[in-house]
């Protein structure tokens, strides 16, 4: 990843405590701001459910996941823009 590449560079000063430190406080962030996704995910057999699953697909590009918002799942059309 560029990104960590980029990082790395930058944190070349920090000492290696501190570097282990930015890591495990950047997983924590990553893992809270996921928690809610995950959750739903999990329980993707509820019919509620199977719309987030879809729309995520749809976001980040998974899979076979439509074109457009709305191309697969009727539920899409008009919510999203």
Request: glycine fraction near 6%.
């Amino acid at each position: 990843m560029a990104e960590l590449a980029r990082a790395s560079a930058q944190l070349r000063s920090f000492s290696e405590p501190d570097r282990q430190e930015v890591a495990t406080l950047t997983a924590e962030i990553v893992e809270r701001f996921l928690e809610r996704p995950t959750a739903l995910l999990e329980d993707a057999s509820q019919p509620d459910h199977a719309f987030y699953a879809s729309v995520l697909a749809h976001l980040f590009a998974l899979g076979d996941g439509p074109e457009r918002p709305g191309e697969r799942d009727p539920e899409l059309r008009g919510g999203i823009s």
